[in-house]
């Protein structure tokens, strides 16, 4: 390919992958041929030689068509021209099947990838045959950079780019929309895994339905206005949590010009996988075909990772994506780079090799950041044109052979297909959340790979083992910034002594974890939980009885946030399972002084407090007699049909019910004391009934 000579720093964004990453030939490599070029004389300064670029007409370029690229073909003839980049490790949502309820840990900022170097890896993909690019996350949009950077993506269409698209939860994507499209997106994925707003936020784990709503409709409202912009909804289907929506989702394709995808639910770290979950998708068919039996297979293309299928007179589509029944490794084209620069050339492999620490070798290691970028752009054309004899690496080309190397040698080591459903269960692998950090991944050092093997240099962050310091040298600067602990060789690891406890949300080890309830069977459970608010004095008990508390009616504001509270309990108690709650019931009894009739004022013969005695536990736990001037009852009732109980969920709704009747009258009474709260029944499950104070068998 024929290098630019010299141009004007404003093409300089265009044309950078010919001034820094170009020194060797591209495709040509595995073809041995060249493309003829036409000469560029739009707006060249004075004194400026035209620029050399391939662009060969169409009859041309169909005679001297090349091979795909050889560094993007594995062994078994694989050409991946998809590319995926992870734009950041973070997101607003907290999607069940994605992160682990603790959350996941966030890498430093110098260990992600920069924008300009998302960009030269672009273009060093693009220029070897990538023709679709889709940014993905943790969520892509909450990248503050992310529109210049789709702007810069999107000027590689020159260079063969045909698609930009996105992958994204919708949560702010309305906003951002706009310039997008402008930059060039061609493609929205959507994740959506349920129509119902209180079901998202027990799966999402946060409130956001009418934000993503919001989304899809702005983009069939500007398809409509002739955006093109390709719409897919990523719907993850689990058993016992969204198995009933399918039709629902089916539906909005009747009018509505979008793809329904169901998706298999898959396995990764930290998502509580397993199989009674996971619904395939010969059964998803055959609950769609029950109410349209004139659905219909529809021709898939050669690299399409769902099955598609169309009722005819709607207008959409629907796919199953079926990574775990029915795998579609043979025509996988698909590459990934996560957010810290790693290379994956599968999804569900847990092999990765550092792209970032090759393309930092030009930076002395260090991020190449905006200024960077323009200082190697700018050295690189005064090297073209012989007006430097500087050794400065900086926007140097001398890598650019290892780095195709090292993409090479990953792509031929991809493996015919990925393991199977019984070994993806408890294969280690990054938590979806970052893949599209440290957890449990195998990273390989370029040079590892080209001497073939295939040792892990970190296997777990929580492994604290003695690295030998030349292997540090070679892997990311992610991995050297970890704490290692001991000496001891990987061949003794440290022998952790397990806590003296049976309690059931600790590991052996110590370590607070989520208890594991797939195995347990569904039934229908419920808790009831009491707590009181007693009063120190006697105004605030005729003040609610009869509604005259300045912030309103205290027994029904109660009553609502102790039901809202108990549909948020997972959000609130971090090692809570969300659940669906069937049923809740908050109760409270107002005892105390008598209440004045309002119109005569008269007694109503209510009994009175006052010099009353009101039993209470000290902290010594024995009884002891308060003086009292009223008292709320609070009594919270939940039920679910689940395979976990509601204890939590009925303490919660009791308690805030009981913060609320304090926050409501603490500007009458700021003595208050809010006392006794506990469980008084439970219900179904393995220890079936109990009640407070009778002795378990």
């Known amino acids: 390919m024929a290098l630019l000579t010299r141009v004007p720093r404003r093409h300089c964004l265009q044309t950078v992958k010919s001034a820094l990453l170009l020194a060797a030939p591209r495709r040509s490599i595995a073809s041995g041929a060249s493309a003829p070029t036409i000469q560029i004389q739009d707006e060249q300064p004075q004194g400026f030689p035209s620029a050399q670029i391939p662009v060969p007409s169409r009859p041309e370029a169909i005679k001297n068509a090349k091979p795909f690229s050889a560094f993007l073909t594995d062994t078994f003839q694989r050409q991946h021209s998809y590319l995926r980049i992870s734009l950041t490790e973070k997101c607003n949502l907290r999607c069940l099947y994605c992160m682990p309820e603790e959350g996941v840990p966030q890498s430093p900022t110098r260990d992600l990838l920069t924008t300009p170097e998302i960009y030269l890896l672009s273009s060093t993909f693009v220029s070897e045959g990538v023709t679709k690019i889709r940014l993905t996350g943790g969520e892509p949009t909450v990248r503050r950079d992310i529109i210049p950077l789709m702007n810069q993506l999107g000027s590689l269409r020159s260079q063969g780019l045909r698609e930009l698209c996105i992958t994204t939860n919708g949560i702010s994507l309305h906003r951002k929309l706009d310039s997008m499209a402008e930059a060039g997106l061609t493609g929205v994925n959507l994740s959506l895994d349920t129509l119902d707003p209180f079901q998202f936020q027990i799966m999402t784990r946060r409130k956001g339905f009418e934000a993503v709503m919001k989304s899809m409709q702005r983009i069939l409202e500007m398809n409509k206005l002739g955006a093109g912009i390709k719409l897919k909804i990523n719907c993850v289907v689990m058993r016992g949590m969204n198995e009933r929506e399918i039709i629902p989702f089916v539906e909005l394709g009747r009018e509505q010009d979008l793809e329904v995808r169901f998706i298999e639910y898959m396995p990764f770290d930290g998502n509580k996988w397993s199989q009674g979950k996971m619904l395939g998708y010969k059964e998803m068919l055959d609950m769609i075909r029950a109410k349209y039996p004139t659905l219909?297979?529809?021709?898939?293309?050669?690299?399409?990772?769902?099955?598609?299928?169309?009722?005819?007179?709607?207008?959409?589509?629907?796919?199953?994506?079926?990574?775990?029944?029915?795998?579609?490794?043979?025509?996988?084209?698909?590459?990934?780079i996560t957010s810290d620069g790693n290379l994956k050339v599968c999804l569900f492999g847990n092999a990765e090799v550092s792209l970032r620490d090759i393309l930092r070798k030009s930076n002395n290691g260090e991020p190449i950041d905006e200024e960077a970028f323009e200082a190697m752009k700018q050295i690189s054309m005064d090297r073209k044109q012989g007006l430097t004899t500087s050794n400065d690496p900086l926007g140097g080309s001398e890598h650019e052979r290892e780095l195709l190397d090292v993409i090479g040698l990953a792509v031929s080591r991809k493996k015919a297909k990925h393991a199977g459903m019984g070994q993806l269960e408890n294969m280690k692998n990054r938590p979806m959340i970052l893949i599209d950090e440290n957890s449990t991944r195998q990273t390989y050092s370029p040079a590892m790979?080209?001497?073939?093997?295939?040792?892990?240099?970190?296997?777990?962050?929580?492994?604290?083992?003695?690295?030998?310091?030349?292997?540090?040298?070679?892997?990311?600067?992610?991995?050297?910034?970890?704490?290692?602990?001991?000496?001891?060789?990987?061949?003794?690891p440290p022998s952790p002594s397990p806590p003296p406890t049976n309690l059931t949300h600790l590991t052996p080890q110590g370590h607070a974890h989520m208890v594991a309830i797939s195995s347990k069977t569904p039934t229908t459970r419920t808790a009831i939980a009491k707590c009181t608010v007693y009063f120190s004095n006697p105004?605030?008990?005729?003040?609610?009885?009869?509604?005259?508390?300045?912030?309103?009616?205290?027994?029904?504001?109660?009553?609502?946030?102790?039901?809202?509270?108990?549909?948020?309990?997972?959000?609130?108690?971090?090692?809570?399972?969300?659940?669906?709650?069937?049923?809740?019931?908050?109760?409270?009894?107002?005892?105390?002084?008598?209440?004045?009739?309002s119109a005569d004022g008269k007694d109503d013969g209510s009994p009175s407090l006052k010099g009353g005695e009101v039993a209470l536990a000290g902290e010594t736990g024995q009884q002891k007699d308060v003086e009292g001037f009223g008292r709320v009852d609070i009594k919270a009732t939940v039920t679910c049909d689940g395979k976990t109980g509601v204890e939590m969920e009925a303490l919660t709704a009791a308690s805030i019910a009981a913060l609320t009747v304090y926050d409501m009258c603490k500007?009458?009474?700021?003595?208050?004391?809010?006392?006794?709260?506990?469980?008084?029944?439970k219900e179904g499950g393995k220890s079936g009934v109990w009640v407070e104070g009778e002795k378990m068998g």
């Open 449 to 492: 790979w080209k001497l073939g093997k295939t040792v892990p240099i970190f296997q777990s962050l929580s492994t604290r083992i003695h690295i030998p310091t030349h292997l540090l040298t070679t892997t990311s600067t992610h991995h050297r910034s970890l704490r290692l602990h001991s000496t001891k060789s990987p061949s003794t």
């Open 539 to 597: 105004t605030a008990v005729p003040l609610i009885q009869t509604n005259n508390i300045k912030k309103g009616d205290v027994l029904s504001v109660a009553r609502i946030a102790g039901i809202m509270a108990a549909k948020k309990t997972s959000d609130l108690i971090p090692l809570c399972h969300p659940i669906g709650i069937t049923h809740v019931a908050v109760d409270l009894d107002v005892v105390g002084l008598g209440v004045l009739d």
């Open 296 to 336: 219909r297979k529809v021709q898939d293309h050669k690299n399409d990772t769902s099955k598609t299928y169309e009722i005819p007179g709607f207008v959409g589509r629907m796919g199953f994506i079926t990574s775990m029944t029915h795998n579609f490794c043979g025509t996988c084209n698909r590459l990934r």
């Open 667 to 681: 500007g009458v009474d700021k003595g208050m004391r809010v006392m006794d709260l506990r469980v008084v029944r």
